[in-house]
């Protein structure tokens, strides 16, 4: 079974940029996935990427999030850029269904 692990949260201020890394432990199979928790609010999907090449992000994502995929090191990269403190999550990828265990990213104002 894959093990996820992203990384690259933190604390930033608003109008600032983050690049998550989320690495599998195996080899990206078919497609991996993007989402966040935000206090109060149910897991909201960001982006998909699979392994043809093929992106999709959420409506609100679209011109400030970036999902992009290094085969070779088994990593999907989320950049994020002008962060707002309603961006303030926890961020987490997907694979086949595995999800991996999150990293905060805090936006200060």
């Known amino acids: 079974q894959v093990q996820l692990m992203e990384s690259g949260g933190g604390v930033v201020q608003a109008g600032g940029n983050l690049q998550l890394s989320c690495v599998a432990s195996?080899?990206?199979?078919?497609?991996a996935t993007w989402y966040r928790q935000r206090p109060g609010y149910q897991r909201e999907w960001i982006a998909g990427?699979?392994?043809?090449?093929?992106?999709n992000y959420a409506t609100w994502a679209e011109g400030r999030a970036t999902i992009s995929m290094n085969d070779a090191k088994n990593t999907v990269y989320l950049q994020m850029n002008n962060l707002v403190p309603e961006d303030t999550a926890v961020y987490y990828c997907?694979?086949?269904?595995?999800w991996g265990p999150g990293t905060q990213v805090t936006v200060s104002s």
């Open positions: 195996t080899p990206i199979a078919r497609a």
């Open positions: 990427i699979n392994t043809g090449g093929g992106i």
């Open positions: 997907n694979e086949k269904g595995i």
